[in-house]
């Protein structure tokens, strides 16, 4: 059974920084891409950041040149920093992980539990 686990949320002020953290553990072959996406009350769940397995990155316009992707491919764990925070970076982060539990098998999308980040002003 696949399990991922995000940590590193909680409580910073305005113009300050987390790193939230997100281990994907259990029956893995391969992982392909890994995501953070946040959702806001109220809103949608959006796509924050992306990490392929070959280490291309993209990100929502709305965190660019503040947050930065990364992976740790021997530990199949992906971490988002995040600087400058804003109030309006609020929300419920999940992480997401693409991935294959055995060779030949097809790939599935697993999601982490979420972790609450808040920004107060």
């Known amino acids: 059974q696949v399990q991922l686990v995000e940590s590193g949320g909680g409580l910073v002020q305005a113009g300050g920084s987390l790193r939230l953290s997100c281990a994907a553990s259990g029956s893995i072959f391969r992982i392909d891409d890994m995501d953070w996406y946040r959702q806001a009350p109220g809103n949608q769940r959006e796509l924050v950041a992306t990490i392929t397995s070959g280490g291309s990155t993209n990100y929502a316009d709305s965190v660019k040149g503040r947050f930065t992707i990364s992976r740790d491919y021997a530990k199949n764990t992906v971490y988002l920093q995040m600087n400058s925070l804003n109030p309006e970076d609020t929300a419920v982060y999940y992480c997401?992980?693409?991935?294959?539990?055995?060779?030949?098998?097809?790939?599935?999308?697993?999601w982490g539990q979420g972790t609450q980040v808040t920004v107060s002003s």
């Open positions: 997401n992980a693409v991935l294959s539990e055995r060779p030949g098998t097809l790939s599935y999308r697993y």
